[in-house]
């Protein structure tokens, strides 16, 4: 098998067993919690936190010449934090949650940098992406199997947790191709980036305070369907992983463009949908799912085709610059929900209909 084509294998395997640790113990979470507001900000800090030290580590591994160290190292300090939710008591919650999610951020930069040399970028990030995600769907699977037999949280999540030690095995028969390492400073290797790089920042900060986290949007499937929401919950990973797989190849073939545009017209019906409420929370869930696994895997091959030469750092530099809108979005969605309801979902609506037009405003000069 060609060597890119066996990373990127490898690294969707252990994407797929690290989400289905992760989404067991995650998709439980809304039932322990008791507000919109506080699941919005542990939300935020799963779906966005481990974003800010992205772009340092993406840097790191362009400085070091190294990919699949530091991404072991990621995926090592998650696995960890895994153990360490059965250990701790409930107002050190949130310190555990923040050691999972900078695992991610030291991992994704080089793991992307990994999958940006394959042929077609879009088909990697996409397999990846959705490999990821069907992780995902087995995690709900779980999660609603201890729901439903009534076995107690601690189990599921120690289950969960030797799940995620057991992601770390693929990772150890990677065979990256050497590269030139980069032997500026931190602060000269960022100001090198492209110009283009910049103009797609400005999409990752608008959209991804559109990206929250499915944690909120579990709640009100929770709210509205009781213990069925979490069904609905692993459709959407579903609909996540067919849109990534099949999207990101498209964006290969068809461009980029198209595709971002799917993305941000899904969101916005997505959220009218989530106002509705009711059962047409379901088709709402389907909808975003479509939205994030076409923005999810299109954007990293957008920022890999006009990164240039710190291809890490510039696609580190986008998961952080998305990441810390996300938390941000996760956060006041979920204390808008407390106060003013469900009218908040048609927030989401406005702010993907501005990306849509910002992006065809902002990119119209950017490749795809």
Do not use: C
Not at 38 to 46: E, H, N, Q, Y
Not at 95 to 123: C, N, Q
Not at 194 to 214: D, E, K, N, Q, T
């Amino acid at each position: 098998m060609e060597r890119d084509k066996r990373n990127v294998l490898l690294l969707g395997t252990t994407s797929f067993f690290n989400d289905i640790s992760s989404e067991t113990i995650f998709a439980l979470l809304p039932l322990y919690v008791g507000s919109s507001g506080v699941i919005g900000i542990l939300g935020g800090i799963i779906s966005g936190f481990g974003d800010i030290v992205k772009v340092y580590f993406g840097y790191l591994s362009d400085h070091l010449g190294k990919r699949k160290p530091v991404v072991f190292a990621g995926y090592l300090l998650s696995a960890i934090s895994k153990f360490l939710i059965t250990m701790v008591a409930t107002p050190f919650l949130v310190l555990v949650l923040i050691m999972d999610r900078l695992g991610k951020g030291v991992r994704e930069g080089p793991r992307d940098a990994i999958l940006s040399v394959a042929k077609k970028k879009g088909w990697a990030f996409g397999l990846r992406q959705a490999m990821d995600t069907m992780g995902a769907v087995v995690g709900g699977l779980i999660a609603y199997y201890f729901l439903s037999s009534g076995a107690d949280y601690v189990s599921a999540m120690r289950i969960a947790a030797f799940i995620g030690l057991g992601a770390l095995v693929p990772l150890l028969f990677i065979k990256v191709p050497p590269f030139k390492r980069t032997e500026e400073s931190f602060s000269k290797t960022l100001g090198h980036v492209s110009w283009r790089i910049w103009r797609v920042l400005v999409i990752a900060v608008l959209f991804g305070l559109v990206l929250v986290s499915p944690l909120i949007l579990v709640k009100t499937s929770y709210d509205q369907l009781g213990n069925t929401g979490v069904l609905v919950y692993t459709a959407f990973n579903v609909v996540y992983a067919l849109a990534s797989k099949t999207l990101g190849a498209m964006s290969d073939t068809y461009g980029r463009k198209a595709v971002l545009n799917l993305s941000f017209v899904s969101a916005a019906f997505a959220f009218l949908l989530a106002f509705a409420g009711g059962w047409a929370v379901l088709p709402g869930f389907l909808l975003y799912g479509l939205a994030l696994g076409a923005f999810r895997s299109t954007s990293g091959a957008l920022v890999s085709d006009i990164a240039g030469r710190e291809r890490a750092t510039a696609l580190g530099l986008f998961q952080t610059t998305l990441g810390v809108s996300v938390f941000i979005g996760s956060s006041l969605f979920g204390i808008l929900l407390d106060t003013v309801g469900s009218i908040t979902y048609l927030l989401g609506t406005l702010l993907s209909t501005a990306s849509l037009l910002t992006y065809n405003f902002l990119l119209t000069s950017a490749r795809g």
